[in-house]
């Protein structure tokens, strides 16, 4: 992975692509097996690639310490390893057939073997935390409760008189934002950061996770240079927040909410219901949103110390407000 950043932040740079080398290079050790079956489906999505965004947050938190302390690289491992895992379940539980460019596991080996693979990489990254210290390990069950729930929270959708889009902003932070405010914490702790900076960046962390996954909601259907196709969560008739807000609108017209209602499996009405979703307000407001969560990032950065770290940090909130592929 390549971390792109302005000029005067080369040095940084460079410490961070040296440091996702050495967390690709233990990721790809902590996952081996001797049986081969759990080796081979455990290295399917980890040799699939990905942005490697959360261990990319834990060693931008670790500037504000020691970078170089010796939990840092094993908590980015298992904050990649956690995320990994719960892609496993998801592709089950949404029954998907493609991940990362790839067939899914579930798809290709089954939903028992693709459950239990994620099962896995838990226990892998808990062998990790095992050696990091009772309050690592705490981080980790405080997440992963986060991340049960944002996931139930989403499957069983908004109770009665419950704001849909304010369930969705909920949804987004057990499910996302979690794990990436739990990679600052890592990153902070274990580099020796104060319990408030830590906090402080832990926050930050959370609203940039959620903003980065708002940011993927408008990809899905305004972007044709993303990497996938357009309007996947329309076929899968998942109602992101532009689509949330759409149905939200007394001025939709019902064509548009007949098709939003349900998956979109018909490739004209798909393309019917995308051209609409793109030109209606909603997704100007749906950006207004993602604004709002950047935003919100920015100001949990003006309390941290003036240094290389924090520039790329306020660059980061740039890059999510402005993403574009």
Not at 2 to 21: M, R, S
Not at 39 to 50: K, S
Not at 53 to 69: E, K, T
Not at 261 to 279: M, T
């Amino acid at each position: 992975m390549t971390v792109l950043f302005p000029n005067d932040l080369a040095a940084l740079e460079a410490h961070l692509v040296a440091g996702l080398a050495a967390v690709e290079n233990q990721l790809r050790a902590e996952i081996k097996s001797d049986y081969e079956l759990a080796d081979i489906t455990a290295r399917h999505l980890v040799e699939a690639g990905g942005k490697r965004f959360r261990p990319l947050m834990v060693l931008l938190a670790a500037q504000f310490g020691d970078p170089n302390a010796k939990g840092v690289i094993p908590s980015a491992v298992v904050v990649e390893l956690t995320h990994l895992a719960t892609l496993y379940h998801d592709d089950v539980m949404d029954e998907a057939t493609v991940r990362r460019g790839a067939q899914s596991a579930n798809s290709r080996w089954g939903n028992t073997v693709a459950i239990l693979s994620g099962d896995f990489l838990f226990a892998r990254s808990s062998k990790i935390l095992a050696d990091l210290g009772p309050q690592a390990v705490r981080i980790q069950a405080e997440t992963f409760e986060r991340l049960v729930i944002g996931q139930l929270r989403e499957t069983t959708g908004p109770v009665n008189g419950e704001d849909p889009v304010q369930h969705h902003l909920d949804v987004l932070a057990g499910k996302t934002g979690s794990l990436i405010a739990a990679a600052g914490r890592y990153g902070a702790l274990m580099s020796g950061v104060s319990e408030e900076l830590t906090e402080q960046i832990a926050q930050f962390g959370e609203a940039i996770g959620i903003a980065f996954q708002l940011s993927d909601d408008l990809l899905d259907i305004q972007s044709n240079n993303s990497g996938k196709t357009p309007g996947t969560d329309l076929r899968e008739g998942i109602k992101t927040l532009p689509v949330l807000l759409a149905l939200a609108d007394p001025n939709t017209t019902d064509r548009l909410r007949e098709l939003l209602s349900k998956p979109i499996v018909d490739d004209a009405q798909h393309s019917e219901a995308l051209n609409a979703l793109r030109a209606h307000p909603a997704m100007a407001q749906a950006h207004e949103v993602l604004i709002q969560w950047t935003d919100k990032a920015r100001m949990l950065l003006s309390d941290l110390p003036e240094s290389e770290a924090k520039a790329a940090l306020f660059t980061l909130c740039d890059s999510v407000a402005n993403r574009d592929v």
